[in-house]
C-alpha cells in the first residue's frame, strides 16, 4: 500500500485554503459593494431595498427580457426611486452557477403605457448569420445606420415600426457604438442595461442619466408624456 507523500498533502491543503480565501473575499467584496450602493441610493434619494424585491411584473407575450431569458436569478442591491416623472428600479441581477456566473447592473423604467414587446441591442456577426435565415431583425430602409448597428426584434412588427419613429431612429444612432446599451421593452416595464460587468457605485448615478435619457425618448415617441432632458 503506497503511502501518500507530504507533498499530496500540502497541494490539498493549499487549495482547500486558497478556495476559502478567495470565497471570504468575495463575501467581503459583496458586502462593500452593498454598503456602497446604499449610501450612493441615499445621494440620489433612492430608497434602498436590498434583497427585498421580486423584481418587475413582466409581460408573457414575448420572453424578450433578460430576466425571462436567464430566469431563476438572483436580484440584489435593489434601488427604487424617480427620475423625471418616470418610476425608476436599479439592480444587480446575477444569473449562471459558478465561474459562468454573470452579475449585470440593470435600469427597469415603469409606467402606464403597454409598449409593444421588443429587444433592441447592438448587431453582431451571429445576428447577420441567423437573420439570413430566420430574417427576425426589423430593418429601417430610412436608417441604414441604425440597420447596421442595431438588432431589433419582436412579435408586433408594426407596432413596433410605430413606435420607432425617424426621430428615435435618429436618436439611437447617434449614441456611441461603444456604450453597448441594451433596451428590453416587456409590458409596462422598460428595461435598460449595458452587456458587461455591473456598475461600480460611483457610476450608477450616470448610468442612471443616460438610461433615464434613452427611456424618456423612447416613450416620448409613444406618446407618453415625459421630462425630455431633465430628471
Known amino acids: ?27 467581503r467584496q459583496a458586502r462593500q459593494r452593498t454598503r456602497d450602493l446604499a449610501a450612493v441610493a441615499q445621494q440620489m434619494g433612492f430608497t434602498f431595498l436590498g434583497k427585498n424585491w421580486r423584481g ?34 436599479i439592480f444587480d441581477y446575477t444569473y449562471g452557477t459558478g465561474k459562468n456566473s454573470v452579475t449585470l447592473t440593470l435600469a427597469c423604467f415603469s409606467q402606464e403605457e403597454d409598449l409593444p414587446p421588443f429587444e433592441l441591442r447592438p448587431e453582431n456577426i451571429f445576428d447577420k448569420i441567423g437573420d439570413a435565415v430566420v430574417h427576425s431583425d426589423i430593418d429601417f430602409d430610412s436608417n441604414p445606420e441604425f440597420s447596421r448597428r442595431y438588432h431589433l426584434r419582436g412579435p408586433d412588427e408594426t407596432r413596433i415600426r410605430m413606435l420607432f419613429s425617424p426621430s428615435l431612429l435618429a436618436y439611437l444612432e447617434q449614441i456611441p457604438p461603444v456604450q453597448n446599451w441594451h ?13 458587461r460587468w455591473p456598475a461600480k457605485a460611483t ?29
Open 183 to 195: 433596451v428590453e421593452a416587456s409590458g409596462t416595464s422598460l428595461i435598460i442595461y449595458r452587456q
Open 203 to 231: 457610476e450608477v448615478p450616470a448610468l442612471l442619466n443616460e438610461a433615464s435619457a434613452i427611456a424618456r425618448t423612447i416613450l416620448a415617441s409613444a406618446g407618453v408624456k415625459v421630462k425630455i432632458g431633465g430628471t
Open 1 to 27: 500500500m503506497h503511502q501518500n507523500s507530504p507533498f499530496l498533502y500540502w497541494f490539498v491543503g493549499f487549495g482547500v485554503t486558497s478556495a476559502a480565501v478567495i470565497a471570504a473575499l468575495a463575501v
Open 56 to 89: 418587475p411584473v413582466l409581460s408573457p407575450q414575448f420572453k424578450t427580457s433578460l430576466l425571462q431569458r436567464a430566469s431563476g436569478g438572483v436580484f440584489s442591491n435593489v434601488m427604487t426611486g424617480s427620475t423625471g416623472g418616470l418610476q425608476v428600479s
